[in-house]
T-cell receptor
Framework: GENVEQHPSTLSVQEGDSAVIKCTYS??????FPWYKQELGKGPQLIID?????GEKKDQRIAVTLNKTAKHFSLHITETQPEDSAVYFC???????????FGSGTRLQVQP | GAVVSQHPSRVICKSGTSVKIECRSL??????MFWYRQFPKQSLMLMAT?????????EQGVEKDKFLINHASLTLSTLTVTSAHPEDSSFYIC???????????????FGEGSRLTVL
């Protein structure tokens, strides 16, 4: 089955700096790659996603890049703010309506 | 966006009792719902996939007789933890796939999770 690896496990940045989280996946048939933000005691919230026919997607301070050949994708957060502090999960999916396989998560701490 | 609601958000029970968690899609029909389990400071691990009107498909290592899943309608799936023990204490999260999504994009909507504590 699919295996998703995520790095780093923890990331601490100063407010205003950029943060980058990287994931790799194993199944070349995966074609959908969402990123979720999870705050303590809550369910994951989708923040951005990318599909395999696109190499990059941006939404304000958040961007995701995908390299299908290398089977890795990354989350970029610019101008970080303290409210960005949370655990971020990448995920991969092989086809619509199938379960997501999650990475191990990255705890992001933005220092004011 | 679509909303998935879970109830209860927190439950504490005694060892040996059974607990039911409900997952509802509030404004869309969900042909498929997924149940995940998350232990503290760990990732979400898929437990089972439930399709409306059919038996759930369980992941390897998940006991189907212990974690009963029912998906009786397009808006409701339930997870019952039978004869719960302290090691079943975890955060249980459901997600739903939107029926008839035009692009079949795969986007899944997550509930807020249910924290189970077994004493």
């Amino acid at each position: 089955g699919e295996n998703v690896e995520q790095h780093p496990s923890t990331l601490s940045v100063q407010e205003g700096d950029s943060a980058v989280i990287k994931c790799t996946y194993s199944d070349s048939a995966s074609n959908y790659f969402p990123w979720y933000k999870q705050e303590l005691g809550k369910g994951p919230q989708l923040i951005i996603d990318i599909r395999s026919n696109v190499g990059e997607k941006k939404d304000q301070r958040i961007a995701v890049t995908l390299n299908k050949t290398a089977k890795h994708f990354s989350l970029h957060i610019t101008e970080t703010q303290p409210e960005d502090s949370a655990v971020y999960f990448c995920a991969a999916q092989k086809g619509g309506r199938r379960a997501l396989t999650f990475g191990s998560g990255t705890r992001l701490q933005v220092q004011p | 966006g679509a909303v998935v609601s879970q109830h209860p958000s927190r439950v504490i029970c005694k060892s040996g009792t059974s607990v039911k968690i409900e997952c509802r899609s509030l404004d869309f029909q969900a042909t498929t719902m997924f149940w995940y389990r998350q232990f503290p400071k760990q990732s979400l691990m898929l437990m089972a996939t439930s399709n409306e009107g059919s038996k759930a498909t369980y992941e390897q290592g998940v006991e189907k007789d212990k974690f009963l899943i029912n998906h009786a309608s397009l808006t409701l799936s339930t997870l019952t933890v039978t004869s719960a023990h302290p090691e079943d204490s975890s955060f249980y999260i459901c997600s739903a796939s939107f029926r008839g999504h035009a692009l079949n994009t795969g986007e899944l909507f997550f509930g807020e999770g249910s924290r189970l504590t077994v004493l």
